[in-house]
Nanobody, 124 residues
Framework: QVQLVESGGGSVQAGGSLRLSCAAS????????MAWFRQAPGKDRDFVAV????????TYADSVKGRFTISRDTAKNTVYLQMNSLKPEDTAVYYC?????????????????WGQGTQVTVSS
């Protein structure tokens, strides 16, 4: 059974940093892409970043480019999201997700597995 477990959320002031982790288990993830999405209250769940497990190629939403970095540790089966220069508009529940590689990163419907989410709150 595949499990994705996020951790590392919390509260921080604007300009601060947080690092989220997503521990993956239950299968091998070669041939998969791992992504982070976020959902603010009353809004849709939006794509943030994705990394291909096999070669670490990454793609980012325009809103986080230059501030967030996604990475993975194959030995630990863990994906990270380093978030710097945080803004109040980054406040959301952040979700980890996995898809068998399709090349379509942006739609939630293309992902096979989801974590439970972790809250990130950025105050001004």
């Amino acid at each position: 059974q595949v499990q994705l477990v996020e951790s590392g959320g919390g509260s921080v002031q604007a300009g601060g940093s947080l690092r989220l982790s997503c521990a993956a288990s239950g299968r091998t993830f070669s041939g998969y892409a791992m992504a982070w999405f976020r959902q603010a209250p009353g809004k849709d769940r939006d794509f943030v970043a994705v990394i291909r497990w096999s070669d670490s190629r990454t793609t980012y939403a325009d809103s986080v480019k230059g501030r967030f970095t996604i990475s993975r540790d194959t030995a630990k089966n863990t994906v990270y999201l380093q978030m710097n220069s945080l803004k109040p508009e980054d406040t959301a529940v952040y979700y980890c997700a996995a898809q068998r590689y399709s090349g379509n990163w942006y739609s939630t419907g293309n992902y096979d597995y989801w974590g439970q989410g972790t809250q990130v709150t950025v105050s001004s």
